[in-house]
């Protein structure tokens, strides 16, 4: 069974510095990690490979030359392979850009089972590459799932809704999103880490996919960030004095002033 998980490099602040001329996130000096839902996908896929025999795991990111330290990390979690689909001509693509040039890569690799990603990105926050990852492929998606039963070519999961779960029967191949309910991902193993910061990282270019400047990148993307900025600190908090019948009174008209009740 041959399982992908894409893994994002992220920025481990709240503090983003922008680059003010393209307003794009400036990663470069920024302390990455490893996207906390990604860990939990390669935490899934890992199980699997615990539980069942040939199971290959490959972990695949599309970033800048420094993510393979990330990947390297996901190596010595347990990850078979590590590919890193990495070009200037991938350089400020949107979620549809992204997601053309991972499901390219995907199918260059091939073969695949299942696909793992986490539900969302902690920088860019939009939970829209999964998803767009699967349509592009043409297989089933089930996003949002905290708990997975395989049965041979047949996976039942557990889908988070708002106030409570779906069950959903899918077959294979099939792309999910994982979330922090998944599991509780594992850490490094000590011997891992040493076989997998001597091993080379491949790579891949836009010359390795079947695709065209036409799909990835700043030009292609159809989304444009033009503005970013950090958003105004909110307004001192107010303390409401008198009795309690009085302060929950005070508390009621000035909810309804704004119109939250
Ligand atoms: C409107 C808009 C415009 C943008 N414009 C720009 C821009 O001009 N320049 C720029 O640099 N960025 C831009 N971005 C950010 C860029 O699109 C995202 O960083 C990227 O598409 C991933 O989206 P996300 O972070 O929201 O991931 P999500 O969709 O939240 O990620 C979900 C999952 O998909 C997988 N995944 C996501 N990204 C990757 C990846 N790179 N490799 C492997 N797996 C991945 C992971 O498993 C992740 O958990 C833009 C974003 C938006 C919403």
């Not at 920088?123 to 590459?129: K, S």
Request: charge should be negative; include cysteine.
């Amino acid at each position: 069974m041959k399982i992908i998980v894409c893994v994002k490099q992220v920025p481990d602040t709240t503090e983003v510095k922008i680059d003010k001329e393209t307003n794009t996130l400036i990663r470069e000096g920024v302390p990455s990690i490893l996207n906390p839902d990604d860990a939990n996908a390669l935490e899934q896929a890992l199980t699997i490979k615990d539980t069942y025999d040939n199971v290959e795991i490959t972990v695949l990111s599309m970033g800048p030359p420094q993510a393979d330290v990330m990947l390297r990390e996901c190596l010595a979690m347990g990850a078979d392979n590590a590919i890193l689909l990495t070009d200037r001509a991938f350089g400020g693509s949107d979620t549809w850009a992204t997601s053309n040039a991972i499901a390219a890569a995907i199918k260059k690799i091939g073969n695949y089972d299942l696909i793992l990603a986490g539900r969302q990105a902690i920088d860019g926050d939009t939970a829209q590459v999964g998803p767009q990852i699967s349509e592009k492929l043409g297989i089933p998606q089930v996003t949002y799932v905290e708990d997975l039963e395989m049965n041979g070519k047949t996976l039942r999961v557990k889908r988070q809704l708002e106030d409570g779960y779906e069950l959903i029967e899918v077959e294979m191949p099939v792309l999910l999103t994982a979330v922090k309910e998944l599991n509780e991902p594992r850490h490094m193993y000590i011997d891992k880490i040493f076989d997998a910061y001597k091993k080379e990282i491949p790579f891949m270019t836009i010359n390795d996919v079947d695709i065209t400047t036409t799909e990835v990148g700043l030009k292609a993307s159809p989304t444009r960030v033009f503005k970013s900025f950090t958003p105004e600190v909110k307004g001192k908090g107010v303390i409401l004095e008198g009795t309690e019948k009085e302060v929950a009174s005070k508390l009621v008209a000035e909810l309804k002033q704004v119109h939250i009740i």
